[in-house]
């Protein structure tokens, strides 16, 4: 009797070790991606629900969760891709997921950091986007070189995944254009890829402009290069770039100063060039083009800065652009003045109005405008200025 119990008992307890054997392999089995992802998500937008709600120690614990799943997203799929060939269509597939993933990863590492510096009494600055005029975290103002640069490299991953995505190419290029250098290798292809999403994104636009204004060497392995020189830059780019000004200027409440100011280089740069091939009725054109854009009395970018217009929470960008049209502007009566001997008076009140703008912005918005900006704008209008003024006492 007792060897039949010890055989039933022995058989119970092989049953139930293979039971646990099997419920820990249902644990432990790879579970199906696109769950793992999901998980990750609800994690992050509960990151951000505590971090709104300023209770940092959930926030942390949120975000490196969704991190976490997101990199268990990531090893699954290479894990998958080194089992063997696959279809295309499972290939896009986990391209497609890898992208949602880094992209995950990204948000959660910057955001992590956002909640550990408020958690050390140290909070970091939402920052204003002056393209929508909401403010938002940005990746720029993590102070951490490593979590800043793997946080960058995991969104411009995402971004060169998933061109089609307008959240990640947004994005993406908001990092780009919020760096000291843009690494125009990704700041072209995404603003390629924005302005085909949305159209009317006037930041892509000109990202697009700038881009074919200066016409970048860009060498190979590197993600930038600096501007081609000035005569060896190709017409037809220019143009290009001129059209994409065109459908900014379409809209109420274009970036004036960065605008107007790129506009008044390309016009610039053609009336030379004409000039150069001779083609002197073009040059002309386009030189009484510039002086309407920059010196009009109603509709030009001096008298549009000197009553404000474009300067309602401006950018950087848009105040460099309104010092750099008050030089071209001393340029342009001082050409005047060189050759037919008229606007003396012009120079000395172009000179006056620069100095004044850049009292004015150093004193209103200091925040966006650079101090050795103002100097060597201040400098350069003194400069241009004595030059012609001194002709009168040779």
């Not at 830059?233 to 004036?256: H, T, V």
Request: positive net charge; glycine residues 8%.
């Amino acid at each position: 009797m007792f060897g039949n119990r010890a055989v039933r008992i022995t058989l119970l307890l092989v049953i139930a070790v293979g039971l646990a054997g099997v419920g820990g392999w249902l644990l432990m089995r790879p579970r199906p991606i696109p769950e793992v992802l999901q998980e990750g998500e609800k994690a992050y937008q509960l990151g951000v629900r505590a971090l709104d709600q300023k209770d940092t120690s959930q926030a942390l614990l949120r975000f490196q969760e969704a991190r976490i799943h997101s990199e268990k997203v990531l090893t699954q799929i290479g894990n998958a891709a080194r089992g063997g060939k696959a279809a295309q269509k499972q290939l896009d597939q986990w391209n497609e997921l890898a992208g949602k993933a880094l992209f995950l990863k990204a948000r959660a590492l910057r955001d992590g950091a956002f909640a550990k510096a408020s958690a050390d009494g140290k909070p970091l600055p939402e920052v204003l986007d002056t393209s929508t005029g909401k403010k938002f975290r940005s990746f720029t103002a993590v102070s951490d070189p490593k979590i800043l640069d793997e946080s960058v490299g995991a969104l411009r991953d995402a971004a060169m995944r998933l061109p089609k995505e307008q959240e990640i190419q947004n994005e993406a290029l908001r990092v780009e254009v919020s760096l000291s250098d843009i690494a125009w290798l990704y700041a072209q292809r995404f603003a390629t890829s924005l302005s085909e999403l949305a159209p009317d994104d006037n930041r892509a636009r000109y990202i697009l402009a700038k881009y074919d204004y200066e016409q970048p060497v860009i060498g190979k392995n590197q993600v930038s290069g600096p501007p081609l020189a000035m005569e060896k830059r190709g017409r037809s780019r220019m143009n290009d770039a001129l059209a994409q000004i065109a459908s900014i200027k379409k809209a109420k409440d274009y970036p004036i100063g960065r605008t107007l100011y790129l506009e008044a280089q390309i016009r610039g740069w053609l009336a030379a060039d004409f000039a150069k091939r001779n083609e002197k009725q073009r040059s002309e054109k386009e030189v009484d083009t510039l002086n309407a854009l920059v010196l009009d009395a109603k509709s030009g970018a001096l008298a549009l800065a000197k009553s404000g217009e474009g300067l309602k929470g401006p950018s950087t960008w848009d105040v460099e652009g309104f010092l750099g049209l008050h030089l071209i502007a001393i340029d342009l009566a001082a050409e005047k003045y060189r050759a037919k001997g008229e606007g003396r008076d012009q120079v000395k009140a172009l000179l006056a109005q620069t100095i004044e703008f850049c009292q004015k912005m150093e004193a209103e918005q200091a925040e966006v405008t650079p101090l050795d900006r103002v100097t060597n704008t201040v400098v350069d209008a003194l400069a241009k200025t004595q030059r012609v003024l001194a002709k009168d006492n040779d």
